[in-house]
């Protein structure tokens, strides 16, 4: 009978610490709290939109470079135009130009691209 105690004591003390390092393995502790591991969100590099004012470089069906002023300076920078990019008028190089874009995976994808002169709705 008292081997019996033993060994069920044993059993039980051997699933549990089989349970201890399974979720120990399967959940990390961070400064002494267990973490829920979590599947990334795929929009969690976004950035808020933003938007730009400068004059059209160069554009095709997949690319924009507007040049744009700042501190003294003309700066290109470059966007992305895909099929949710809004665009309004005829955006064409030469032209004043405002971008709205936001920045996705370190590139900056044009949401919405019009003539500077052009009312945003």
Avoid: C, W
């Amino acid at each position: 009978m008292k081997l019996r105690r033993i060994v069920l004591g044993i059993s039980i003390t051997l699933v549990l610490l089989g349970v201890g390092i399974t979720v120990a393995s399967t959940v990390p502790a961070v400064n002494g709290r267990t973490e829920i591991l979590q599947e990334p969100n795929p929009n969690q590099h976004e950035t808020p939109i933003q938007s730009v004012n400068g004059k059209v470089v160069a554009i095709s069906k997949t690319d924009l470079t507007v040049e744009v002023q700042a501190d003294g300076k003309s700066d290109p920078i470059d966007f992305v135009i895909d099929e949710n990019t809004k665009t309004d008028g005829d955006i064409k190089p030469g032209i004043m130009a405002t971008v709205d874009y936001q920045t996705k995976d370190n590139k900056k994808y044009a949401t919405h691209i019009m003539p500077a002169e052009a009312k945003k709705p």
